[in-house]
């Protein structure tokens, strides 16, 4: 009984690659929707009622974005009104709603993301690819919180040596250009020492391992197979025809025939696999205490 966070990072990983890519490789209306629900699902099970200004920002970018193409745009054949001489089409509004619905499923599967894949998950997928690559990872998080407290040194330094004395903007600006440049020139003196140290130890000479701390569970296998072969479904009824949506000049679509039914139901069913799972471990911890 894991949760979805437990699963093996590279498994993870894959499954939020099948997920979005999907969803920013296709415009069809369903999918959007698919996409966009299981997005917000996965985030409101993990989160509950927390990041509330979170929701709320979403929203705002969601009616600005949906706005903004008829506004901008205005192509299709179906005019509502028009406004200052400009038509306002329907054809122009359904893109701009499908549109704005795949930006903001794809920010919140991206923001479950960052939430579920921590820095060692990343580094453990990426070196699953390629140990040079995880090599690349760790360094640049790691001269992230180096560089964030040598900025602060050498501001700290500046100030006590009488700097930043004039409150105006062309002192702050000649402050903050020479506390960069010299983060600069430390950054690449430390980046020297880094690979004269790395050189010294013997990187490069022989054979790269890594530390495996996650292991592959009969779970992971199951849900990775589960989330390519639903991959494979919907791409597939993609391309073969019958999930297509026309929105300019007139909105067209054809009837999906049983294989584009198939591709639509196996879109959605990955883009609620996360929330299944972690409703079926809520509904068994649920059980298991009850039974105390």
């Not at 209306?29 to 979170?54: E, I, Q, T």
């Not at 292991?215 to 639903?230: A, E, H, K, N, Q």
């Amino acid at each position: 009984m894991r949760s979805f966070q437990d699963y093996n990072p590279a498994v993870i990983a894959v499954y939020f690659f099948c997920v979005t890519g999907i969803a920013m490789f296709s415009s069809y209306p369903p999918f959007m929707a698919a996409s966009l629900f299981g997005g917000v699902a996965l985030y409101l099970v993990r989160n509950g009622r927390k990041h509330a200004k979170s929701h709320f920002f979403f929203l705002l970018l969601f009616l600005i974005l949906a706005a903004a193409n008829p506004l901008m745009s205005h192509n299709g054949v179906t005019v509502l009104f028009i406004m200052n001489d400009n038509p306002i089409t329907l054809e122009a509004l359904l893109y701009g709603i499908n549109s704005a619905a795949m930006i903001i499923g794809v920010l919140y599967w991206f923001r479950s993301f960052t939430q579920i894949m921590t820095s060692e998950k990343l580094l453990y997928a990426a070196g699953t690819l390629s140990p040079k690559l995880a090599l690349i990872l760790s360094m640049a998080i790691r001269f992230v919180p180096l560089f964030s407290r040598q900025s602060k040194r050498v501001q700290d330094t500046q100030t006590a040596m009488g700097l930043f004395r004039d409150d105006n903007i062309v002192d702050d600006i000649r402050g903050r250009m020479r506390i960069f440049s010299i983060l600069v020139t430390w950054g690449l003196e430390n980046g020297i020492i880094t690979a004269d140290s790395m050189a010294a130890r013997g990187y490069g000479t022989g054979k790269r391992s890594q530390m495996k701390r996650f292991r592959f569970r009969r779970d992971d296998i199951v849900l990775l197979l589960t989330s390519l072969s639903l991959l494979g479904i919907t791409t597939a009824a993609t391309f073969a025809g019958g999930l297509t949506f026309s929105f300019y000049p007139a909105i067209k679509y054809e009837t999906p025939g049983i294989f584009g039914i198939c591709g639509i139901a196996a879109y959605c069913l990955l883009a609620l696999l996360p929330v299944i799972i972690e409703t079926e471990v809520s509904i068994k911890w649920r059980y298991l205490r009850s039974r105390i």
